[in-house]
């Protein structure tokens, strides 16, 4: 009984421990595929809200801060343009991201009249959980999207508060 029958269940036990290392590589790969991206997900949110931070800091300060947003010019209707909002205590101006955006420039008379949330149609192109600052001159109306934690240094920066 030791001779064929031993070999045998040596053979099937020797298979079962190579399926279980099979099995356990399978479940390995995607539990650490996961945990790697949720540690740069946590990196990344971390890293935002330091900059966020840090930007209002600056403010406080009085320095002149950069704020990401987007902006909507009368005259490039349909068109958003990423840029940054340059905002301080005597400072007020556009610095644009791309070559599109480099020949606005924000009007002398530019001012926040309301603040809103995207509609859906919008929140196709833009971050749904934006908002909109609908501000008034005498080009006509321009619309800046700026981030809830940005909101209040872009209503700042646009001479008045919007309700």
């Not at 031993?6 to 020797?14: C, F, K, M, N």
């Not at 190579?18 to 996961?34: H, K, M, S, W, Y």
Request: aromatic share 4%; glycine share 10%.
């Amino acid at each position: 009984m030791a001779g064929p029958a031993g070999r045998r269940a040596a053979t099937q036990i020797l298979i079962l421990e190579g399926l279980g290392a099979q099995v356990q590589r399978c479940l390995n790969a995607p539990v650490i595929g996961l945990v790697g991206a949720l540690a740069a997900a946590g990196l990344t949110a971390w890293l935002f809200r330091r900059k966020v931070k840090q930007r209002a800091d600056s403010a406080a300060q009085g320095k002149v801060i950069k704020v990401p947003c987007l902006l909507r010019h009368p005259w490039l209707e349909g068109r958003w343009l990423r840029g940054r909002l340059l905002t301080g205590p005597a400072v007020r101006g556009w610095e644009p991201r791309t070559k599109a955006g480099a020949t606005v420039s924000l009007p002398d008379d530019v001012r926040a009249v309301s603040v809103r949330s995207p509609s859906w149609r919008e929140a196709l192109r833009i971050n749904g959980r934006s908002r909109i600052v609908e501000c008034a001159s005498a080009e006509g109306t321009l619309l800046v999207v700026v981030m809830p934690n940005e909101l209040d240094h872009v209503l700042t920066a646009l001479s008045g508060r919007a309700e």
